[in-house]
């Protein structure tokens, strides 16, 4: 295998343990993020406290999700024929998928390894404890959430560039991905996001409402503005709370035109 890859795609789940409840990719060309596949799944089972505490994923956002087999084609078609980089990819995310019922054989390369070998023949320019994802995270100064399955993927595409190319200090400035507020046009709103969306990924529409002073939570209460809904979505329990509660229901196009007032 190839370590000095420039077209390849990023992937990461987020599981139970055994059940997939979240999978992120980044296709990669020229090292330029070219497309974004993320999705809850649902696990058909309850996710217990510790692992929504972990990720941040509640039953509220995988009981309204797809199957793993209704995911799964897509997330294939998705990948093609790339060479799958990922964080422990080989000890955990391939054997998870594969435990589902969906072995892959694409080309693997990963980080862990390749960061382990650097670490274990003293390469790295300054000292690194161990060579866990979120350790390489703050090594490289980057700002980001972790544990959603989309975010250690854009992490994880960082980290791989940077072992790739030789570039073993620590960094010196902050790469920032937090929401920043450009106004407060949403403000004092509160929005649920359920379904998927052709325009843009979940977690990419939640930062979007957050930068606008919104606030996105998990499920719909009386005091919800707002549930937006992917167009790929059916009607879900959100849909129905939402009618019970009188909850304004909304597409993508809506969402941008309430930010254009």
């Known amino acids: 295998m190839d370590p000095k890859l420039h077209d390849y795609t990023v992937f990461d789940l987020e599981t139970t343990g055994k059940k997939i409840i979240q999978i992120g990719a980044l296709k990669v060309r020229d090292d330029q993020t070219v497309a974004k596949f993320s999705t809850y799944v649902n696990p058909l089972e309850k996710i217990n406290d510790y ?23 897509d997330f294939l078609d998705f990948v093609g024929d790339d060479t799958l980089v990922g964080h422990n990819i080989l000890s955990f995310d391939c054997n998870v998928l594969a435990d589902n019922g969906y072995p892959v054989a694409n080309p693997k390369l990963d980080t862990l390894l390749l960061a382990n070998s650097y670490k274990k023949r003293g390469l790295f320019a300054d000292p690194i404890s161990n ?110 709370k939402a009618a019970e509660k009188g909850t304004a229901v909304i597409g993508y196009e809506d969402l941008m035109l309430l930010l254009q007032k």
């Open 131 to 240: 060579v866990r994802l979120s350790t390489l995270k703050e090594y490289y100064g980057i700002n980001i959430n972790s544990h959603i399955a989309i975010s250690d993927c854009i992490t994880n595409n960082i980290v791989y560039q940077k072992l790739r190319d030789g570039d073993l200090a620590k960094a010196t400035e902050i790469i920032d991905f937090t929401p920043k507020q450009v106004d407060s046009r949403l403000a004092g709103q509160r929005f649920v996001i359920t379904g998927q969306f052709h325009q843009a990924t979940r977690y990419e529409l939640t930062s979007l409402i957050q930068s606008h002073g919104g606030k996105v939570t998990g499920s719909v209460s009386g005091v919800t503005d707002y549930l937006l809904k992917g167009e790929l979505d059916h009607v879900t329990g959100k849909c129905k």
């Open 51 to 73: 692992v929504s505490h972990l990720t941040g994923i509640s039953n509220y956002q995988t009981d309204a999700a797809p199957l793993i087999d209704e995911v799964m084609p």
